[in-house]
């Protein structure tokens, strides 16, 4: 399984961008997906989750802000992001996880760096 995501850039706050997460390999349908960031000298953290059958959650700094989204003919995960601010400036990743017996596999995409200047 191998995770593509793009869409990062440069904008200014109070602006938008929308990333892409392009999954190979498997059955991208049963997979929940998340969006997770990272800025420097920070851990990474979770933004934004969506489960097989269309289920998002949210982290409370982006709720009204942000929304996931998933093409399964696309095999793609969505995350729109709207007002952004210059706290949202951090290295996007794009997580899958694949059912496997009673558990879970990971797998990481390569990042996608975000800057929101003010």
């Known amino acids: 399984v191998q995770l593509q995501a793009s869409g990062g850039g440069l904008v200014q706050a109070g602006g938008s961008l929308r990333l892409s997460c392009t999954v190979s390999?498997?059955?991208?349908?049963?997979?929940?997906m998340g969006w997770y960031r990272q800025s420097p000298g920070k851990q990474r953290e979770l933004v934004a989750t969506?489960?097989?059958?269309?289920?998002?959650d949210y982290a409370d700094s982006v709720k009204g802000r942000f929304t996931i989204s998933r093409d399964n003919a696309e095999n793609t995960v969505y995350l729109q992001m709207s007002s952004l601010k210059p706290e949202d400036t951090a290295v996007y990743y794009c997580?899958?996880?694949?059912?496997?017996?009673?558990?879970?596999?990971?797998?990481w995409g390569q990042g996608t760096l975000v800057t929101v200047s003010s």
């Open positions: 997580k899958a996880d694949r059912p496997f017996r009673d558990s879970w596999r990971t797998y």
């Open positions: 969506i489960t097989s059958g269309g289920s998002a």
């Open positions: 390999g498997g059955v991208f349908s049963i997979y929940a």
